[in-house]
């Protein structure tokens, strides 16, 4: 069983920038495929990073040049660093483990707004 916790969200104007972090419980952490999703207002969740257990990412093209994922298999941390973040960017966003089986954290809101 894995748990995974998200924080970092908030509120940033249009152009700032924020950083997320998941920390996930359990063993097996560094075997275990890592990846952020959103679900803007009214729309269906959507893929943003991932991550695999050794490092390769890959992003989506919307947020691609201004977000960055990254993991500390040490402290079985997942990160995103999220850049020029654009009002399209406010979505419910949720930390993702993939291995075995698959997990979701609780979500965390970010809102991007003047």
């Known amino acids: 069983q894995v748990q995974l916790v998200e924080s970092g969200g908030g509120l940033a104007q249009p152009g700032g920038s924020l950083r997320l972090s998941c920390a996930a419980s359990g063993t097996s952490f560094s075997t275990y495929a890592m990846g952020w999703y959103r679900q803007p207002p009214g729309k269906q969740r959507e893929l943003v990073a991932l991550?695999?257990?050794?490092?390769?990412?890959n992003v989506a093209d919307s947020v691609k040049g201004r977000f960055t994922i990254s993991r500390d298999n040490a402290k079985n941390t997942v990160s995103l660093q999220m850049n020029s973040l654009k009002p399209e960017d406010t979505a419910v966003y949720y930390c993702?483990?993939?291995?075995?089986?698959?997990?979701w954290g609780q979500g965390t809101q970010v809102t991007v707004s003047s």
């Open positions: 991550i695999s257990s050794g490092t390769y990412t």
């Open positions: 993702h483990a993939r291995g075995a089986n698959m997990y």
